[in-house]
């Protein structure tokens, strides 16, 4: 927990206004370092006395010492956006902490079964207060909603952008905190659409991707093959001459400072999630695919519930941790190619298509021709639900020979 403390103090270093935010929720008793505690309360001393809240006049407070400490957090802190997520999970971690020692004194105490109950009580009674204290001050009145609004209007877009102007225009990027979900039919190009939406990403982002059905080593694969235009049945066949070795260098050259991080660790559950996202930070995880994850399969619960179950953890995941998730979805086998996939043939159903803020579903015009060369097919990437936009649809050429994908409006590899 040491991080969200150290991301607490670093926000407030940055923006000292949102020391108003955080008296409300926190004290410094919350926080399990004491030199962080100590800062902690001298800002709030320093604001109360109408005084400067920065480092440097912490630092004339509190000793020299304290100098390497404040730059530390300030220099951990992603966001100061992220202010009420990491202020939620210090103010989680204390509460977890004094439950824990208050029930540790509790086994001890030696009182009668009657006294044990009402002690209880009364520390569930306390934990409610605590909670609705925390929510009442983060209600607000038509008029403070609406300028905190205006004001957030003049900060930078913070949305992730892509080398796709018409993804773009319509889907304005993608948002952090926002999930998003890519469906496709077994075949039908969505994990070549993601790799490439990843790979742009990563060109400017920290971006995560948890691959559940392809090793690392076929993604890489897949990835050199589109950037460097080599069919990847070559790859699949070790069939690899002297000018793909070049051009296979000069890619890997190239993309070397790429912020792409892969695993492939197969069976990931919702809380090895959260756990990658708490520990990486990262500003996009894509997780290919959600049918693959691993849920709470207790009481033989239906599969669709297992998968709401996730569905709802990674949207509470991507506001917590103010990132974009993008999760692959597979549709059956039985939707009907010839018609229109809409939101009720996910896998899934309502959940998914409730938690998502984002639904785009591939739909490729397959030939039967072997594609070779600069053959392609047409796509259309059909926005079927978009919470922050407009809907509609993108059109692809797409290359599965070398799992690339081409705007229509811009017939090159991007």
């Known amino acids: ?70 730059r530390e957090c300030a220099s951990i802190t992603p966001r100061i956006e992220t202010f009420p997520q990491y202020s939620a999970l210090v103010l989680d971690a204390w509460r977890e902490r004094t439950l824990v020692t208050d ?14 109950t009402a002690e209880l009580e009364r520390m569930a009674a306390q934990q409610r207060d605590i909670m609705q204290h925390v929510h009442s001050t983060s209600e607000q009145t038509f008029l403070e909603a609406v300028t905190e609004a205006y004001k957030n209007l003049f900060r930078p877009d913070t949305s992730l952008k892509t080398d796709w102007k018409q993804f773009n225009d319509v889907l304005g990027g993608l948002q952090r905190g926002c999930l998003y979900i890519i469906a496709a039919r077994p075949g039908d190009g969505k994990t070549d659409f993601s790799m490439h ?33 080599i069919n990847s049945t070559r790859f699949r066949d070790h069939d690899i001459d002297e000018n793909a ?43 290919d695919y959600l049918g693959l994850m691993r849920g709470d399969d207790t009481g033989k619960k239906p599969l669709w519930q297992i998968t709401g179950e996730i569905t709802h953890s990674l949207k509470a995941m991507a506001q917590k941790h103010n990132v974009a998730i993008v ?24 959940d998914i298509e ?6 785009i579903f591939m739909r490729p015009k397959k030939t039967e021709d072997f594609l070779s060369g600069d053959d392609a097919w ?15 649809r993108m059109q692809f050429h797409w290359q599965p020979q070398y799992h690339n994908y081409i705007p229509v409006d811009n017939r090159r590899s991007e």
Not at 8 to 21: F, Q, R, S, T, Y
Not at 214 to 222: G, I, W
Not at 378 to 392: L, P, T
């Open 1 to 70: 927990m040491l991080g969200a403390e150290q991301s607490v103090i670093g926000c407030l270093m940055l923006e000292p206004a949102l020391l108003d935010k955080a008296r409300t929720m926190l004290s410094p008793k919350m926080f399990e370092a004491e030199p962080l505690a100590r800062i902690f309360s001298c800002m709030l001393k320093l604001k109360k006395a109408g005084m400067p809240v920065d480092a440097v006049t912490v630092v004339s407070k509190l000793g020299a010492e304290y100098d390497g400490i404040i």
């Open 378 to 392: 047409e796509v259309d990437a059909i926005i079927a639900k978009n919470r922050h936009g407009g809907m509609g």
């Open 354 to 359: 409730a938690d998502a803020d984002g639904v």
């Open 103 to 116: 029930l540790q004194s509790l086994a001890i105490s030696g009182h009668t079964a009657d006294e044990m």
């Open 245 to 287: 070795q070049k051009r296979i260098g000069i890619a890997v050259d190239r993309m070397g400072d790429l912020h792409l991080v892969m695993d492939d660790t197969p069976g990931i559950s919702a809380e090895d999630v959260e756990a990658k996202l708490a520990s990486s930070k990262p500003d996009a995880m894509f997780i």
């Open 327 to 350: 999760a692959l979805v597979q549709m059956g086998r039985a939707v009907d190619r010839q018609k229109e996939p809409t939101l009720s043939d996910l896998k899934g159903g309502s």
């Open 197 to 229: 939406l990843a790979v742009q990403l990563a060109k400017r982002y920290r971006v995560d991707y948890r691959s559940l059905e392809m090793t690392k080593e076929q993604l890489v694969h897949r990835i050199l093959s589109r950037v460097c235009m």
